[in-house]
Each structure stands twice: as structure tokens, then as C-alpha cells.
């Protein structure tokens, strides 16, 4: 019954910005625990970025300083924004939720590209 709908990827130039969205439904959104990680081609999905209900973050160290996670609770919805983008950023992106007792939950990701 869970789902998670990333959208906001695109094509960007390095050292431009973007913004994705996830968007929840069918559980309670407002005390979860959010997560982004990304998956570029030939390797290991990784750990981006995090928010729990308190609104304390975490981040990756490739990241802090350029991305921003935050959390609408009204509209169950997380955001990464991404600054200063590098090439190096360019992977399929998704958000991922853990329901005590049901497991993890991932969006089917959206792909991010940072080329000239």
C-alpha cells in the first residue's frame, strides 16, 4: 500500500541547480524516517541524504554543502535540492522510507544528468 513517486530529474549543466521531489502515500508520513540515495551506472546505490520527523539531517560527504533534504508534511512530501551540481552527480536518484515491521520502501527513482 506504500508508495513513494520521485520526479524533478532532468539534464543540468555542472555548477547548475535542481530540485526532486518524492511524494508518499498510505502511511504516515509525518513521523517517518526519509532517505535519498543515488545509483549511478556500474555501481553500488549510496547513501545521500537523510531527514527524520524532527527535521534533523544527514549527509553524505560528497554532498554536504550542495544538497539539502527537507520534508513537507502537509503535502507528504520530501525534497532533495541539489546545488553546485558536478558531473560526478549523475545517477538515477531515489527516495526510500523503513516501515518498522513491513520493511524498506523505494520510489522507482528519477535520473539526474550533469553534462555540458
Known amino acids: 500500500q506504500a508508495q513513494l513517486v520521485e520526479s524533478g530529474g532532468g539534464l543540468v549543466q555542472p555548477g547548475g541547480s535542481l530540485r526532486l521531489s518524492c511524494a508518499a502515500s498510505?502511511?504516515?508520513?509525518?513521523?517517518?524516517?526519509m532517505r535519498w540515495y543515488r545509483q549511478a551506472p556500474g555501481k553500488e546505490r549510496e547513501f545521500v541524504a537523510r531527514?527524520?520527523?524532527?527535521?534533523?539531517?544527514d549527509y553524505a560527504d560528497s554532498v554536504k554543502g550542495r544538497f539539502s533534504i527537507s520534508r513537507d508534511n502537509n503535502k507528504n512530501t520530501v525534497y532533495l535540492q541539489m546545488n553546485r551540481l558536478k558531473p560526478e552527480d549523475t545517477a538515477v536518484y531515489y527516495c526510500?522510507?523503513?516501515?518498522?515491521?513491513?520493511?524498506?520502501?523505494w520510489g522507482q527513482g528519477t535520473q539526474v544528468t550533469v553534462s555540458s
Open positions: 526510500k522510507t523503513v516501515l518498522l515491521g513491513l520493511g524498506d520502501y
Open positions: 498510505g502511511f504516515t508520513f509525518s513521523s517517518s524516517f
Open positions: 531527514i527524520n520527523p524532527s527535521g534533523y539531517t
